[in-house]
Nanobody
């Protein structure tokens, strides 16, 4: 069964940076498109970013464009989310998940990704 584990969250001041990691276990992620999502208290889970397995193409939510960068290192079986110039509205639990094998499209809907891990908390506050 696919298993992804998120890490790298924490407390950071506005304007700061964090790098999240999404590590795969029990499978190799070479042929899986990986998405990052977040969920703030009382809000629905929303798509943040995605990286396709086929050509490494990326997709970003408008709210994070120019600040977040997603990348993948298949040799390390890990996907990263570099988050710069963080804002309080970026606060939430961040999750990564995979689409089905050999599905390259970055569709930013949590309904087409899964299963879900425990996530990692990101808090942006002064």
């Amino acid at each position: 069964q696919l298993q992804l584990v998120e890490s790298g969250g924490g407390l950071v001041q506005p304007g700061g940076s964090l790098r999240l990691s999404c590590a795969a276990s029990r499978f190799t992620m070479d042929y899986y498109t990986i998405g990052w999502f977040r969920q703030a208290p009382g809000k629905e889970r929303e798509g943040v970013s995605c990286v396709s397995y086929r050509d490494g193409s990326t997709t970003y939510a408008d709210s994070v464009k120019g600040r977040f960068t997603v990348s993948r290192d298949n040799a390390k079986n890990t996907v990263y989310l570099q988050m710069n110039n963080l804002k309080p509205e970026d606060t939430g639990v961040y999750y990564c998940a995979a689409r089905g094998r050999f599905l390259p499209q970055c569709i930013m809907s949590h309904g087409v990704f899964g299963p879900w891990g425990q996530g990692t908390q990101v808090t942006v506050s002064s």
